[in-house]
């Protein structure tokens, strides 16, 4: 379900060319919901980074890794 509405909201961004064309949808999909699942498993809430800080900088990774 998740996959379905990343990828879709990803390919409307693509064909209005706000996001990368020559990156394939699956790949930003699969990409980008691991890396928010994944920060629950290393991201310490007592250690230097708070949770809003850490947000701001996965926003950052994926704003700018897909933007054109």
Same mark, same amino acid.
């Given at each position: 379900?998740?996959?379905?509405? *990343?990828?879709s909201i $990803? +390919?409307? !961004? =693509?064909?209005?060319? *706000? #996001? =990368?064309? +020559? *990156?394939?949808? /699956?790949? $930003?999909?699969? /990409?980008?919901?691991?890396? !928010?699942?994944?920060?629950? =498993?290393? #991201?310490?809430?007592?250690?230097?980074?708070?949770? @809003?800080?850490?947000a701001d900088?996965?926003? =950052? *990774?994926?704003? @700018?890794? /897909?933007? !054109?």
């Amino acid at each position: 379900r998740y996959e379905a509405a *990343v990828t879709s909201i $990803f +390919e409307s !961004g =693509r064909t209005l060319g *706000v #996001f =990368r064309s +020559e *990156v394939p949808p /699956a790949m $930003f999909t699969t /990409a980008l919901i691991g890396m !928010g699942s994944w920060a629950q =498993r290393w #991201f310490d809430p007592k250690g230097p980074v708070a949770a @809003h800080e850490l947000a701001d900088q996965l926003t =950052r *990774v994926i704003i @700018h890794g /897909a933007a !054109g």
